[in-house]
């Protein structure tokens, strides 16, 4: 299957994501809702939205600069291009893509900055110990999709701080044990990946030499973290919907953790899913109120995320079209 038949079924999936999503809402009274919303407010909120992924930035920057030092405009515009790659394709290309960005900008061979991309989301992560500790607190009704999608978060982070944790104490050891995990492939290409997976593993003593800045990264995720429960909180306000702050901290965190799995291309029909799933199913909220706020945001973000991940790659001087090319071919030749 080719990229482009990847992405319409992508397409297909999040369309019927949506239908189900709305599917029993009154439209009418989610029009009547979104017809109340206030610009200023909306504004406002944007702005906020935006200020969590500067921040997001100096964090990656912090991670970055024992090997490869960037300006503070570069890491923004890197991470905003990287994330409108996420956004617009069901993958998380971008992730990949600001690899690439570093190669291209500073020559920084991908498999040496990848591992601090790792790093860089699993700090991202760490925010799934603040959710486990609220579920209790607000009381948190915990369906059967609720609870499958809080047991997907938490066992990808153990995971990752698992591997994290064996690459630094034994990094020949895990590099060997993850290259058997693909020993079914082809020998030439099982070869050329084991010689990049150790590359990685190698890279991930990265962490070691940010050990020193552990709490200057924590407290950026955690002023991410509560900016992006700002914005969602003004979001509510802009439509005089009144929620506890503690209440749009749990569920938007939840929200963003859940997007370390592939989404439908511009997140269609996910972001609406999900913030029922969180909102509406768990915390009791009526779901007009949840659907109108979020059909709002969703379509304000995205041609937010839209207009500044283009502006960064225009200020990077890179074409958005090469970096599809470059992230989908084979690591050696990227």
Not at 49 to 74: D, H, T
Not at 169 to 191: C, I, M, Q
Not at 204 to 210: C, G
């Amino acid at each position: 299957m080719n990229n482009r038949a990847k992405i319409a079924l992508a397409l297909l999936a999040g369309v019927l994501l949506l239908f189900l999503a709305l599917r029993g809402v009154d439209l009418d009274h989610v029009r009547a809702i979104m017809g109340q919303a206030s610009p200023p407010v909306l504004v406002i909120a944007l702005a906020v939205y935006l200020s969590a992924y500067f921040v997001r930035s100096l964090r990656w920057r912090l991670i970055l600069k024992p090997i490869q030092p960037v300006s503070v405009s570069e890491s923004f515009f890197m991470l905003m291009a990287g994330y409108f790659l996420n956004y617009i394709v069901p993958i998380r290309a971008g992730e990949v893509a600001k690899s690439f960005f570093l190669k291209r900008l500073k020559g920084l061979p991908i498999a040496v900055s990848l591992p601090t991309v790792f790093l860089d989301k699993l700090l991202e992560l760490f925010s799934v110990l603040l959710v486990i500790v609220l579920v209790p607190v607000l009381s948190v009704r915990l369906s059967g999709s609720l609870s499958s999608l809080l047991i997907g978060v938490v066992t990808v982070f153990v995971i990752a701080v698992g591997l994290l944790t064996l690459a630094v104490r034994n990094g020949d050891a895990t590099a060997h044990v993850v290259t058997r995990l693909f020993s079914w492939l082809p020998e030439r290409l099982h070869d050329r990946l084991s010689s990049w997976i150790s590359l990685f593993v190698d890279g991930l003593s990265v962490a070691r030499t940010n050990a020193r800045n552990v709490w200057s990264l924590l407290a950026l995720t955690g002023a991410a973290v509560t900016l992006d429960a700002v914005y969602f909180s003004l979001m509510f306000r802009a439509f005089s919907i009144d929620v506890a702050f503690p209440t749009v901290l749990f569920g938007y965190t939840l929200i963003s953790l859940s997007y370390i799995f592939p989404t439908p291309p511009a997140q269609i029909g996910y972001n609406e899913a999900i913030m029922g799933l969180i909102f509406a199913g768990g915390l009791g909220m009526a779901r007009a109120e949840v659907t109108a706020v979020m059909l709002v945001a969703h379509v304000l973000t995205g041609l937010l995320v839209t207009g500044v991940g283009l502006g960064s790659f225009a200020a990077m001087s890179i074409k958005v079209t090469e970096s599809f090319r470059r992230i989908g071919k084979n690591p050696e030749e990227r």
